[in-house]
């Protein structure tokens, strides 16, 4: 369990942090949309059960299903991410590489544990880019980790200039680390406490290589096997050309994430991951059947979550400040004991 800021005072009433929550959005998906050349389209709320579209995050979640009648009862999933969606949607638009899409997505992640920073309800730009097959690489992959951050730099700005009282924090430079850099310099820390650690020293960092095995057999964070690139040697001894953006979070002091993001995967590094897994029969499936024909464009993408963003920008102690959701009676407890404000 996350602990509360004990002297905790909300910066922005419920009204005015209404009021932020809009003005971020807007600026930043424009922000976001001009950066990496994206534009807008309609997210699917639901899709196709057993096709292998629905994201399966770490590849244990349940998602939320239901029969349409009109369908013969045909099973549909409401989305956890759009990361393998995007990838079809960018291939029928034919993108060529440099140009892509973002879509608000609205998702249900029923098997999430709840606490300050998880609830069952993501709101995210989820967004997706065409890429040529030789920007396959760790370089690319942090230049564009590098516009993104600028985007949420200067949404930051143009908070502060709307409310004075919410001075920026973030660093001028995001720090570019990797995780089994990270397992080697501090082995006795778990991954969290080495994000915890690094956060703090650097204000922002984007951690490197999250999903492939590390030198001592365990993982930074799970990642499916499907999506993101995480076996793929980058170069000098790391592997994985995928990662997470986080921040310092001063009102929770602890590393917050604000992006997850990668290069995705090739016919090649899709095998090498399911084997690695242990579920090569989902080879079989539709979009990975397509995807090992080489039927689908190459891409690099990611989510911004968008309640994360707010909570952080807000300078807010609890994920429930800046949406609306469902709670356990303890946490609504718990938060009321500490002057927070569920919406």
């Known amino acids: 369990m996350i602990k509360l800021p004990s002297k ?3 910066i922005l009433g419920t009204r005015e942090t209404e009021h932020a929550i809009v003005a971020i959005k807007d600026f930043f998906q424009l922000a976001l949309s001009t950066e990496l050349n994206l534009t807008r389209v309609t997210a699917p709320l639901f899709v196709d059960a057993g096709k292998g579209i629905n994201d399966d995050l770490n590849g244990v979640e349940r998602p939320v299903s239901f029969p349409v009648k009109d369908l013969g009862d045909a099973k549909m999933e409401i989305v956890q991410s759009l990361a393998k969606w995007k ?11 440099g140009f892509g ?26 967004w997706e880019m065409a890429i040529d097959p030789k920007d396959r690489t760790v370089f690319y992959l942090h230049e564009i980790v590098k516009k993104v951050y600028r985007c949420i730099q200067r949404t930051e700005f143009f908070l502060y200039d709307r409310y004075p ?17 990270l397992q080697r310099q501090y082995p006795k820390l778990t ?20 999903g492939g095995k590390l030198d001592d057999g365990t ?32 009102v929770l002091e602890r590393a917050f994430e604000l992006s997850s993001m990668g290069i995705r995967v090739s016919p090649e590094s899709l095998k090498a991951q399911l084997e690695e897994r242990g579920c090569p029969e989902r080879a079989k499936l539709e ?18 979550g968008q309640s994360r963003l707010c909570m952080f920008l807000l300078r807010k102690a609890h994920i429930g400040e800046t949406q609306v959701s469902v709670w356990t009676d303890a946490i609504k407890a718990d ?9």
């Open 165 to 181: 009282q919410l001075k920026p924090i973030l660093p001028k430079d995001i720090k570019i680390l990797y995780a089994d850099d």
């Open 219 to 250: 993982i930074h964070d799970g990642r499916a096997p499907d999506y993101d690139d995480w076996i793929t040697e980058c170069g000098d001894g790391h592997r994985g050309l995928n990662g997470d953006i986080l921040v310092w979070n001063p």
């Open 8 to 10: 905790y005072k909300a």
């Open 287 to 304: 979009f990975h059947s397509r995807l090992l024909k080489g039927e689908l464009t190459q891409t690099l993408g990611g989510g911004i």
């Open 191 to 210: 991954p969290k406490e080495r994000e915890d650690k690094v956060a703090k020293e650097y204000g922002a960092v984007f951690i490197t290589g999250i």
């Open 335 to 343: 938060c009321k004991k500490h002057g927070i404000e569920l919406l």
């Open 87 to 97: 990838r079809l949607k960018i291939t029928s638009l034919g993108l060529e590489p």
């Open 101 to 126: 899409i973002y879509t608000d997505m609205n998702a249900l992640r029923p098997d999430e544990e709840l606490d300050a920073i998880h609830s069952i309800y993501v709101d995210q730009w989820d």
